[in-house]
């Protein structure tokens, strides 16, 4: 299986540039694809100056075809963002993507997208921990008189 047969299931940190120059936005983004359909949440930090600074989360809905992907970015944000229109073309290892986005009639830019080291592969992880095992009885002080407590399923 190829990169591009792969899913893009996982975690992915990217960045898009604006048309007019100025620094790069990172974002983060967590994406799970099922039979070429992509969905995905996102995370940033606003750059626009009357939001500077503020943390932004959108979603995304799109499809994967072949080494092709296209999808829109939708901010939960109030009416100050609009939807974007991406994209963008997988790498043959399945670990990163780039293409354009556009605000149709308003703007377009560049962007990139690489997937965090494993993160599209499923793991299974065996946690050891001792744990106490519960005498089989307690001797419970309640002043009056001691008596013994079951621990454990009832019968």
Do not use: Q
């Not at 229109?85 to 377009?108: C, L, Q, S």
């Not at 690489?114 to 921990?129: L, Q, S």
């Amino acid at each position: 299986m190829t990169g591009t047969d792969a899913g893009l299931t996982g975690h992915w940190t990217g960045l898009y540039n604006y048309p007019a120059g100025g620094s790069p936005v990172p974002f983060e983004a967590v994406l799970h694809e099922i039979s070429g359909c992509v969905t995905a949440t996102t995370t940033e930090t606003s750059d626009l100056l009357e939001r500077h600074g503020e943390i932004l989360h959108a979603v995304i809905d799109g499809r994967k075809e072949g080494s092709t992907v296209r999808f829109l970015k939708m901010y939960d944000a109030d009416e100050h963002y609009d939807v974007v229109h991406y994209e963008g073309t997988v790498h043959a290892d399945g670990d990163e993507i780039d293409g354009r986005w556009e605000i149709p009639e308003v703007w377009a830019g560049t962007f990139l997208m690489i997937r965090a080291a494993g993160a599209g592969e499923e793991r299974a992880i065996k946690v050891e921990e001792p744990v106490g095992l519960p005498a089989r009885s307690a001797i419970l002080s309640t002043g009056a008189a001691a008596r013994p407590i079951r621990r454990g399923p009832r019968p």
